[in-house]
């Protein structure tokens, strides 16, 4: 089955630094997709970017990065430069093709972002 | 605007009141699911629908029920709730199976007395 762990329940940050949340995954399928989600105080879920497993390049969108290392199962988001609203809990997860047709997201448990002045 | 919308946005109710919380997208999406939230435990897959009148169990399918009668609603119904029915309840929908970006709903918080 698949699996995503995030094992850091809080991260602080200080404005303008970069930080890095671990996600690492578990999966048998050869093709799979990689996403990370926002989810504000308001508690709606902000999609910020998505890494294919047969993507040969590292996404990137804007401020956020995906350092996606396949042989390590691992794809960590990276906040460059953060801004107070970067403040919000982050959710790694991963759609899993499996058979034809069958799709399946699973979340991690997420990680709080604390980004301070 | 293109948009998931649910509603309602919240709702108490009491053990074993049949319930019901809508879902729909203007952006005609084939692919619907709901999902619930606990602390602790991230987003789980309560079912999902890959076009009209094609629904499947997602991770946690007990006690739910969907359906798909028209592919821009996809409601969710508790005929029975109990109180670890208690949860925060997203929507959301894909494009296709060739699109990879959900568009999640703004969440439906739930409270079973």
Not at chain 1, 6 to 12: A, I, R, S, V, Y
Request: proline content about 5%; glycine content about 8%.
């Amino acid at each position: 089955a698949q699996k995503i762990t995030q094992t850091q329940p809080g991260m602080f940050v200080q404005e303008k630094e970069a930080v890095t949340l671990d996600c690492t995954y578990d999966t048998s399928d050869p093709s799979y997709g990689l996403f990370w989600y926002k989810q504000p105080s308001s508690g709606e879920m902000i999609f910020l970017i998505y890494q294919g497993s047969y993507d040969q390049q590292n996404a990137t969108e804007g401020r956020y990065s995906l350092n996606f290392q396949k042989a390590r199962k691992s794809a960590n988001l990276v906040i460059s430069a953060s801004q107070l609203g970067d403040s919000a809990m982050y959710f790694c997860a991963m759609r899993d093709q499996g058979l034809v047709g069958f799709q399946k997201l699973v979340f991690g448990t997420g990680t709080r972002l604390l980004v301070s002045p | 605007e293109a948009q998931v919308t649910q509603n309602p946005r919240y709702l108490i109710t009491v053990t074993g009141k049949k319930l019901t919380v809508t879902c729909s997208q203007n952006m005609n999406h084939e692919y619907m699911s709901w999902y619930r939230q606990d602390p602790g435990l991230g987003l789980r897959q309560i079912y999902y629908s890959m076009n009209v009148e094609v629904t499947d169990k997602g991770d946690v399918p007990e006690g739910y029920k969907v359906s798909r009668k028209e592919k821009r609603n996809f409601p969710l119904i508790l005929e029975s709730p109990s109180p670890n029915q208690t949860s925060l309840y997203f929507c959301a929908s894909r494009a296709s199976l060739s699109t990879d970006t959900q568009y999640f709903g703004p969440g439906t918080r739930l409270t079973v007395l």
